[in-house]
């Protein structure tokens, strides 16, 4: 990933669920060109962040083996704006389960407890055999470094016996 849309994993349970949170500042580039003399967090970057978190969670659930990309955003109902100073939180939860060819994750954004959107997205597994030759062996989602951040950062110390915080 070149830009990463979240700060943390607050609760990470594999296979079924992930939470994370971005704190959304003033000294972002983004808030000062979207709507001039208005800084709201565009929706477009809200959904990256939600499909990030998501992407995690489906990416674990193979060791982060499998290119996992974004195939369809079926579902995303914003309901109110989000500025600097808000920190979002992104809840994901796998619809059924993770399967070879993807998965699909329903989930919400909150802030403060309030709700900014609803979605629903749907991933695939683009594995060595399904990756067109153009496209390369490097797994250009899931790149060394970004896994050795997340474990870096204790992803699997996350269990589904660990409580969220809110942090």
């Known amino acids: 990933m070149r830009w990463i849309w979240i700060d943390k994993f607050v609760a990470f349970e594999s296979g079924r669920r992930a939470v994370a949170v971005k704190n959304v500042t003033l000294a972002e580039e983004h808030l000062h060109d979207h709507v001039p003399g208005y800084p709201v967090h565009p929706p477009t970057l809200m959904i990256e962040?939600?499909?990030?978190?998501?992407?995690?969670l489906v990416g674990e659930v193979f060791d982060f083996k499998e290119k996992v990309i974004l195939a369809k955003v079926t579902r995303?109902?914003?309901h109110r704006h989000v500025v600097p100073g808000d920190q979002i939180?992104?809840?994901?939860?796998?619809?059924?389960e993770v399967r070879p060819e993807?998965?699909?994750?329903?989930?919400?954004?909150t802030c403060g407890g309030d709700l900014v959107a609803e979605i629903e997205l749907m991933f695939a597994h683009l594995d060595q055999a399904r990756t067109p030759a153009e496209i390369g062996e490097d797994n250009f989602v899931f790149s060394e470094d970004f896994i050795r951040l997340l474990r870096m950062r204790h992803l699997g110390g996350l269990t589904e016996n660990a409580a969220p915080d809110d942090a």
């Open 102 to 109: 993807g998965a699909s994750i329903e989930g919400r954004i």
């Open 89 to 96: 939180r992104f809840e994901a939860n796998v619809l059924g």
């Open 76 to 78: 995303a109902t914003f």
């Open 49 to 56: 962040g939600f499909a990030q978190t998501a992407g995690v």
